[in-house]
């Protein structure tokens, strides 16, 4: 007899987390949401939306003062900088360091989210 089994992490399924309304977005939008483990900012520029980290991979530095220059945001603490895009470091003041994690946005209705 074949017996089906649950998956074994059944708590690691994704799950829809609303973030913003639709008609609050504008550019030059900035936001932090804590959901669970995960910090992240969402940004809204030249009509593009980004959901990123809200901490500088390099040192853990808040990005949500951070500036943003042309299609890419830069730590306020030592300078380096990311695109927004691809989450790429595009520069580096001191030790090299990983890409700024990007998150995929979901559209609901009139609501932009995330899943997690």
Known sequence: ???LSRPRNVSARMQYHRLELLINLHDGYRKV??????HLMLVQLEGQRYLIESFCPHRAYPLAESDLQGDSLVCPQHGYRFDLATGAVLYASEEPCRALRRYELVYEGNEVGVML
Not at 33 to 38: P, Q
């Open 1 to 3: 007899m074949l017996r």
């Open 33 to 38: 949401f804590k959901i669970d483990a995960n």
